[in-house]
């Protein structure tokens, strides 16, 4: 809602340039990772995953990286649109914890017109 | 499909007082979730369910209880509310195999006074 989100890491771009959105995760172990999308207002939306056998991972304008020498994951959004305006939520899975998935805090992005 | 559907959409409570919130889903899926999420984090996992009779806590599990009777439905109740317990609710659910893409519905505002 418009409430969540008060004190987000903030990312603004301008309309047509690439954006990226970057998470540290917390578990070596973790084996599978996601990108939400969250609207104000409405449930987080899947955006892309990636297993830890994968380095890249590409999707409809969307690129994600997993680095897990330094336990990193990043999402690109290219030539970005005015309707990518939302908070981004990295998850993992760690695999001990079956299907506890962890979410990170998050990063608001702003497209600038 | 009307996918995952929560209600009710908004909700106040006194301290102490108990209510339920509700969530179904129509896509079969065995494993369904509920989350919170507090104003500048992301969700944190209450609990969660992997199939009819089956459900485990998340890392929040306090003041929450669920059951499972249904494949298609997962309500969580609260048994006495709790100003600590204002916070925006989500239902997710998912397939237990290949993607663990999570659908979310639309969320529950909850305030307690």
């Not at chain 1, 290219?78 to 990063?107: H, L, M, R, W």
């Amino acid at each position: 809602g418009e409430s969540v989100g008060l004190h987000l890491p903030t990312l603004s771009v301008q309309e047509g340039d690439n954006s990226i959105i970057n998470c540290a995760y917390s578990n070596s172990a973790s084996d599978y990772f996601i990108w939400y999308k969250q609207e104000s207002g409405k449930g987080p939306q899947f955006i892309i995953d990636i297993r830890s056998n994968m380095d890249k991972r590409q999707g409809q304008r969307v690129t994600v990286l997993l680095n897990k020498t330094v336990k990193h994951l990043s999402l690109q959004i290219a030539a970005t649109q005015p309707g990518d305006s939302a908070v981004y939520f990295c998850a993992e899975n760690p695999p001990e914890g079956g299907f506890k998935t962890i979410f990170g805090a998050g990063t608001r992005l702003f497209v600038k017109a | 499909n009307a996918g995952v559907t929560q209600t009710p959409k908004f909700q106040v409570l006194k301290t102490g007082q108990s209510m339920t919130l509700q969530c179904a889903q129509d896509m079969n899926h065995e494993y369904m979730s509920w989350y919170r999420q507090d104003p500048g984090m992301g969700l944190r996992l209450i609990h969660y369910s992997v199939g009819a009779g089956i459900t485990d806590q998340g890392e929040v599990p306090n003041g929450y209880n669920v059951s499972r009777s249904t494949t298609e439905d997962f309500p969580l109740r609260l048994l006495s509310a709790a100003p600590s317990q204002t916070s925006v609710y989500f239902c997710a659910s998912s397939r237990t195999s290949g993607s663990y893409e999570q659908f979310f519905g639309p969320g529950t505002r909850l305030t307690v006074l």
